[in-house]
Nanobody, 118 residues
């Protein structure tokens, strides 16, 4: 079974930086589209950033210029570098792998809390 483990969450001051990591096992990582989602209290889960197997990236408008998604295929790990953090970035951040075999299936990590204080 595909297994995802997020790490790197925590408490940080506004304007600070944090790097999230997501380690993936049980799949050919280099072939997967990877993404970070987040869910804040009272809000729906939203796509934050995604990176394809070809390293094309997508970001939600609210994080453009501040967040960077990247992948290290040798380490089976995807990262989310978050700079210039704002209180509105506070959320549980989830890693998702899109795995393509006979069908396309999504796999999720359990999430990591990011809290940005003023």
């Amino acid at each position: 079974q595909v297994h995802l483990v997020e790490s790197g969450g925590g408490l940080v001051q506004a304007g600070g930086s944090l790097r999230l990591s997501c380690s993936v096992s049980g799949t050919d990582f280099s072939s997967n589209t990877m993404a970070w989602f987040r869910q804040a209290p009272g809000k729906q889960r939203e796509l934050v950033a995604a990176v394809t197997s070809g390293s094309n990236t997508h970001y939600v408008d609210s994080v453009k210029g501040r967040f960077t998604i990247s992948r290290d295929n040798a380490k089976n790990t995807v990262y989310l570098q978050m700079n210039g953090l704002k209180p509105e970035d506070t959320a549980v951040y989830y890693c998702k792998a899109e795995v393509r075999s006979y069908e396309i299936r999504d796999y999720w990590g359990k999430g990591t809390q990011v809290t940005v204080s003023t």
